[in-house]
């Protein structure tokens, strides 16, 4: 699937949920199926920096594409990153650059988006295309 | 129970924030430690302000100016008489409690030598501890630490240790942000003074919730921030013995701050101009007056027996919740609770809470030195005002366990 087609069955998904209650219990249950990062690559220059809990963020090429591993100290922030990363990973790094994160907004996570934030999404969304546009040079 | 003597509801009405709705829910508010609510008396001092006489202070030789001027230093008055001060030009205005403490940092830069030694308390807000370092590294002083135990409480065997006729200043706060523990300042005080030191308390969490009397105390420096009394954002007061603020040198240079101004030499003002250089935050100033007034009214002796009330209550309450833990259990603290549950990230449970209308902080609250002590990444910590209520706490309690349920 594309980028775009994953981030359309997310929103499809979050739009059977009538409050935030449901919503956050979703974000828990899909903090539970994030591929976890190895315990090798938990160090401190992967740690994600502007949230207030720690988010670590690996990123591997597999043939053309990039795949992503985290993990968080905090559920909610593991939700979220699981969220970005079922959305990112997995795909070629030029895609990742030009997606777009509308998604997250129509998803109910507008409030996430806000650059001062504790959780830190957009530092998050930025680590994900630095490592895309990092990949993307070594391809070409 | 809570047998207070104050009318809360009629204490809430004085504070139209306290209407509005979080997420659908009513707020309730318990972050009161990093900024208090401002009653409408004190919004309406600030309105005043502009609507009438807004002008410049000290200078004009109209009339809008000699009213700004008069009702500026009203303000002044108020808030010495409040700290007991000598005089009156021993409060110095500023922007808040870290610029009051770099203030005076900057002012010992002149009047330390290396090897000196400077001590603070484990317990300090960040801004109380960087402002120090820099210090140290310009004079060459060298920075003590006096530890703490597990309670939150300071170990004062060691400050005793630590004293000697190399300190020079000693630094430590009134009240801890990030625990509550109201530490043994009078204590700290004495024993400095009798090695020479001089004694920077800052009282920026103590000023809410305890009348502090400077002239009692002997404390030499006393540093606090509007915006925690029920006033607004940006204004503080630095009140400094008046032998201590002449042998500082100025802060900032600029206008108001000075005597004669020629391009050989400039002559510095009297106190407390030669403090507060440039046009200083005026309607800030006033209205901090106005929250005194308004505070004093209530009163700090029914104040603080009915936020202990309410911390008991709370205390209590939190406990019942299985793998709930509190940070910082002195028997002598202000209205905040610090706390965790086992095995949840204090950001989750705090953004729980924000979605059923409940503001807490959450994090190391500027202290990462507690959080290290206690080896946890933060703490959720409420911290109660006297316009909070024991049904506010029964949310919290009640949020707390839903947060919990979610999240395990």
Not at chain 1, 45 to 51: F, V
Not at chain 2, 87 to 108: C, D, M, Q, R, Y
Not at chain 2, 258 to 270: D, G, L, P, Q, S
Request: aromatic residues 8%; proline residues 3%; glycine residues 6%.
């Amino acid at each position: 699937m594309s980028i775009q087609e994953i981030q359309e069955e997310i929103i499809a998904e979050f739009s059977m949920f009538d409050d935030w209650m449901e919503r956050y219990e979703y974000m828990i249950e899909l903090g539970k199926s994030l591929p976890l990062i190895e315990e090798q690559y938990k160090t401190d220059d992967n740690i994600i920096k502007g949230c207030q809990s720690k988010v670590w963020v690996h990123a591997e090429l597999n043939d053309d594409k990039l795949v992503f591993t985290a993990d968080s100290d905090a559920i909610i922030t593991k939700g979220i990153v699981a969220i970005l990363i079922r959305a990112f990973s997995d795909q070629k790094p030029s895609d990742i650059i030009a997606a777009d994160t509308q998604f997250i907004d129509e998803i109910g996570l507008k409030e996430h988006l806000s650059p001062t934030r504790a959780n830190g999404l957009v530092s998050m969304i930025k680590q994900l295309k630095m490592y895309a546009i990092a990949y993307q040079t070594q391809l070409n | 129970m809570i047998n207070t003597v104050l009318d809360i509801l009629s204490v809430r009405k004085d504070f139209p924030i306290l209407n509005r709705k979080v997420h659908g829910q009513p707020l309730v508010y318990l972050d009161n430690a990093a900024t208090s609510q401002t009653p409408t008396m004190v919004i309406d001092a600030i309105v005043d302000y502009y609507k009438r006489y807004n002008s410049n202070i000290h200078r004009g030789v109209h009339t809008l100016s000699q009213e700004a001027t008069d009702v500026y230093e009203e303000a002044r008055q108020k808030i010495q008489k409040h700290f007991n001060a000598r005089k009156s030009h021993e409060i110095i205005f500023t922007p808040g409690t870290t610029f009051g403490i770099n203030l005076v940092a900057n002012g010992f830069a002149s009047l330390l030598q290396a090897g000196d030694e400077i001590i603070v308390s484990a317990l300090e807000h960040h801004s109380n501890i960087v402002p120090w370092q820099m210090l140290t590294e310009r004079t060459g002083a060298v920075l003590r630490v006096i530890p703490m135990d597990v309670e939150g409480e300071l170990v004062m065997e060691e400050y005793h240790k630590l004293l000697s006729d190399k300190t020079k200043l000693v630094f430590c706060n009134h009240v801890s942000n990030a625990l509550g523990t109201i530490n043994p300042i009078e204590e700290i005080i004495s024993a400095a003074h009798k090695v020479g030191a001089a004694v920077l308390l800052d009282g920026a969490q103590a000023a809410p919730h305890i009348k502090a009397d400077v002239q009692q105390l002997d404390v030499d420096f006393y540093v606090v921030s509007g915006h925690k009394m029920c006033g607004p954002t940006g204004v503080g007061v630095l009140y400094g013995k008046e032998e201590w603020l002449n042998k500082l040198p100025p802060y900032q240079g600029g206008g108001e701050m000075i005597a004669e101004v020629t391009f050989e030499k400039t002559t510095y003002a009297a106190l407390p101009h030669k403090f507060e250089a440039g046009t200083p935050n005026i309607a800030g100033g006033i209205a901090f007056g106005a929250a005194l007034d308004y505070m004093n009214n209530i009163g700090f002796d029914a104040i603080s027996r009915y936020e202990h009330e309410l911390l008991t209550y709370a205390t209590e309450q939190l406990l019942t919740i299985e793998g709930l833990k509190i940070y910082g259990t002195s028997s002598n603290k202000t209205a905040v609770i610090s706390f965790n549950i086992e095995g949840l990230h204090p950001y989750d449970i705090g953004s729980i809470l924000d979605k059923l209308g409940i503001a807490v902080r959450t994090g190391h609250h500027c202290a990462q030195p507690i959080m290290d002590f206690y080896k946890i990444p933060g703490t959720v910590r409420a911290s109660f005002s006297f316009y909070n209520t024991k049904d506010e706490i029964d949310v919290l309690v009640a949020g707390v366990k839903r947060a919990k349920s979610m999240l395990i």
